[in-house]
């Protein structure tokens, strides 16, 4: 989800409303292309988005979690930070999404990020429908019928 806020160009819209923002250690190592840590780095010096370290502990049930499921460890992380502090976990993930909801844990996509910051409101619908381009050129696997959705409201249609 990370990747796809920087992808949209949004990161910074999205952290200034307010929400708290944190992520694993693991999940960070994971961000590999230069331009993107870059682009994060600003908001983790800032603790805009705060990482958080994995207590020695957890990892038999991140482990066994994420082998069940099937998700990296780096998903596992997150998932359980998640679901210990009671927070949202935001993800692209569908395999991790299904998961963590069947664990009870509260669990957003990047849609839902748009439709807040269009509500808030911090971003036009406009440049909702521009950022939703961005993210899907980046790779994101967003469901077409919902984006058509998203995008004829934001536009009025």
């Not at 502990?57 to 460890?73: K, L, Q």
Request: aromatic fraction near 6%; include cysteine.
């Amino acid at each position: 989800m990370l990747l796809d806020l920087v992808n949209g160009r949004i990161l910074g819209t999205w952290l200034s409303l307010g929400y708290q923002n944190c992520t694993t250690h693991l999940v960070w190592n994971e961000v590999s292309q230069t331009g993107q840590r870059e682009r994060v780095q600003p908001f983790i010096d800032s603790g805009l988005i705060q990482l958080r370290d994995i207590a020695a502990g957890a990892w038999p049930e991140i482990s066994a979690f994420s082998t069940e499921v099937g998700v990296s460890v780096p998903d596992g992380s997150v998932w359980l930070l998640a679901r210990t502090e009671g927070a949202i976990l935001l993800t692209g993930d569908s395999t991790l999404r299904k998961a963590a909801q069947a664990s009870d844990v509260e669990v957003r996509g990047v849609l839902w990020v748009l439709d807040e910051l269009v509500h808030a409101p911090r971003l036009l619908p406009a440049n909702a429908v521009e950022a939703l381009g961005l993210i899907r050129d980046g790779g994101a696997f967003l469901p077409q019928d919902e984006c058509d959705k998203r995008i004829a409201k934001w536009m009025g249609a």
